[in-house]
């Protein structure tokens, strides 16, 4: 059975998501995956669209530049002791 959460988001494509986020005023957008490993998604707006720009992996430090300097492993958000 597919999850209510997994149904919605494989119905809101790049171009709806692009008008939310202009609609909202919103530039960057960072999503944290939990599966099937951690994974900070780095989005932005450009040209209208909503465009991944990075994919951070669990166990790497990854630099993030905009909308700040953030030097962060998604591994380390989900376990913050590890």
Do not use: K
Request: charged content about 30%.
């Amino acid at each position: 059975m597919v999850a209510r959460d997994e149904r919605l988001r494989a119905s809101y494509g790049p171009a709806a998501q692009a008008a939310v986020l202009r609609g909202a005023g919103i530039e960057h957008l960072w999503r944290l995956e939990l599966e099937p490993a951690p994974a900070l998604v780095v989005s932005e707006l450009r040209d209208g669209r909503c465009a991944e720009r990075l994919v951070a992996e669990a166990g790497r430090e990854t630099a993030i530049d905009a909308p700040f300097p953030l030097r962060a492993d998604p591994g380390a958000l989900v376990n913050p002791g590890r």
